[in-house]
């Protein structure tokens, strides 16, 4: 494959509204099929590309405040549009943003506060019928299922750039050949990613929750594939990340492709490390007590039109096997003599916020 890719610039940082999306959009209306409806009333549009017999269904942006992975289907789009759709065999199924409220307000959930990845039984939400109603008519071979991971995951002692999970089809966690499928393309993508993030690929804990779509998908026979995208070292707005996930979509979508996936390759899947809650944003030591540590986490708030980032304490203690995106000395960034500690919090919560600004 010879693609070359390239980010469409006009959409950047976390905050991807509905809004902005479909101005974007509009340039790829000849792929354009038909739309569901949120429950606010706003367009969930579905792309088509491609006639071959292999129907691969993709989306994005469940969670309202994951945008990576639809910013990674925009470059993708931009690159079928400009260097022509290379799949042959396959037709995609793309819906970039399907759940456009929790978009605009920045929230994981939908409109009615409902968590769509936990609604796949109840089907409660007209988000939720709108993509079951896609997979029921098209009856995909393939489904990528595309989220944002937070900044706590990793693997080992890096940053999971990029989680994998072949979701499970019972409480046994059974390897059936529905989830070996999924295993053989993850396979192949990470032996991909390995060259880019060597060691920052990590796989998903595979509890069975059949409310979550890419467990009930499976469960429904279809390999599901469940990209998460995670942290990379100074990139909180997941920039060098979201070229992480197209190169990996693209490289799954070759692999289906081009090959019969029988699901006899899966046995790589499991030497991905299991991805862990082993991280914080920062961690403070100080450097007369090297057991005092403090651990920070940021959070994200929407402000106009930008997210923010702001520090908040989780811990002071001494956790083994925990690590800190930012690791600095007290003395780096207090240098008062006062060891009240409350005086020492509120001055190391003031350095870091106000390096932060520069996100
Ligand atoms: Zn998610």
Same mark, same amino acid.
């Given at each position: @494959?010879?693609? =070359?890719?390239? +980010?469409?610039?006009?959409?950047?940082?976390? $905050? %991807?509204?509905?809004?902005?999306?479909?101005?974007?959009?509009?340039?790829?209306?000849?792929?354009?099929?038909?739309?569901?409806?949120?429950?606010?009333?706003?367009?969930? #549009?579905?792309?088509?590309?491609?006639?071959?017999?292999?129907?691969?269904?993709?989306?994005?942006?469940?969670?309202? !405040?994951?945008?990576?992975? &639809?910013?990674?289907?925009?470059?993708?789009?931009?690159?079928?549009?400009?260097?022509?759709?290379?799949?042959?065999?396959?037709?995609?199924?793309?819906? #970039?943003?399907?759940?456009?409220?929790?978009?605009?307000?920045?929230?994981?959930?939908?409109?009615?506060? %409902?968590?769509?990845?936990?609604?796949?039984?109840?089907?409660?939400?007209?988000?939720?019928?709108? *993509?079951?109603?896609?997979?029921?008519?098209?009856?995909?071979?393939?489904?990528?299922?595309?989220?944002?991971?937070?900044?706590?995951?990793?693997?080992?002692?890096?940053?999971?750039?990029?989680?994998?999970?072949? #979701?499970?089809?019972?409480?046994?966690?059974?390897? &059936?050949?529905?989830? +070996?499928?999924?295993?053989?393309?993850?396979?192949? @993508?990470?032996? !991909?990613?390995?060259?880019?993030?060597?060691?920052?690929?990590?796989?998903?804990?595979?509890?069975?929750?059949?409310?979550?779509?890419?467990?009930?998908?499976?469960?429904?026979?279809?390999?599901?594939? *469940? =990209?998460?995208?995670?942290?990379?070292?100074?990139?909180?707005?997941?920039?060098?990340?979201?070229? $992480?996930?197209?190169?990996?979509?693209?490289?799954?979508?070759?692999?289906?492709?081009?090959?019969?996936?029988?699901?006899?390759?899966?046995?790589? $899947?499991?030497?991905?490390?299991?991805?862990?809650?082993?991280?914080?944003? $920062?961690?403070? =030591? !100080?450097?007369?007590?090297?057991?005092?540590?403090?651990?920070?986490?940021?959070?994200?708030?929407?402000?106009?039109?930008?997210? &923010?980032?702001?520090?908040?304490?989780?811990?002071?203690?001494?956790?083994?096997?925990?690590?800190?995106?930012?690791?600095? @000395?007290?003395?780096?960034?207090?240098?008062?003599?006062?060891?009240?500690?409350? !005086?020492?919090?509120?001055? =190391?919560?003031?350095?870091?916020?106000?390096? %932060?600004?520069?996100?």
């Amino acid at each position: @494959m010879n693609y =070359i890719y390239t +980010k469409d610039e006009r959409i950047t940082g976390k $905050y %991807v509204s509905f809004y902005h999306l479909e101005e974007i959009l509009k340039d790829y209306s000849f792929w354009r099929m038909l739309e569901g409806t949120s429950e606010n009333g706003l367009p969930i #549009p579905l792309y088509r590309i491609g006639e071959g017999n292999k129907r691969i269904l993709l989306w994005s942006q469940m969670h309202g !405040n994951e945008s990576t992975t &639809t910013r990674a289907l925009v470059d993708i789009l931009k690159l079928f549009s400009e260097q022509g759709y290379y799949f042959s065999d396959s037709q995609l199924y793309i819906i #970039p943003m399907l759940n456009p409220d929790g978009a605009n307000l920045y929230t994981r959930e939908n409109f009615n506060k %409902v968590d769509l990845n936990r609604d796949a039984i109840n089907l409660s939400q007209k988000e939720s019928q709108f *993509l079951k109603r896609i997979f029921e008519e098209i009856k995909p071979a393939f489904c990528f299922n595309l989220h944002d991971q937070r900044t706590i995951f990793g693997v080992k002692d890096k940053p999971a750039t990029i989680s994998f999970l072949a #979701p499970a089809v019972d409480e046994s966690r059974s390897i &059936t050949i529905i989830r +070996k499928k999924a295993m053989e393309v993850i396979t192949k @993508m990470n032996y !991909n990613l390995q060259k880019l993030i060597c060691n920052c690929v990590g796989r998903f804990d595979d509890s069975f929750n059949p409310n979550c779509t890419g467990d009930q998908f499976s469960l429904l026979g279809t390999p599901t594939i *469940l =990209i998460e995208s995670g942290f990379y070292p100074n990139d909180y707005l997941r920039e060098q990340t979201r070229k $992480y996930i197209a190169l990996s979509i693209l490289e799954g979508l070759k692999y289906i492709n081009d090959n019969n996936v029988t699901g006899t390759l899966y046995q790589e $899947y499991f030497q991905i490390p299991e991805n862990r809650k082993n991280f914080c944003d $920062y961690c403070i =030591i !100080n450097d007369k007590n090297l057991t005092q540590r403090f651990y920070i986490q940021l959070e994200e708030t929407l402000h106009g039109e930008k997210v &923010t980032f702001s520090p908040k304490l989780l811990e002071i203690g001494n956790k083994q096997d925990y690590y800190a995106h930012h690791t600095y @000395m007290l003395s780096e960034v207090y240098n008062e003599n006062n060891c009240n500690i409350d !005086n020492i919090i509120s001055h =190391i919560l003031a350095y870091i916020e106000d390096e %932060v600004k520069k996100i």
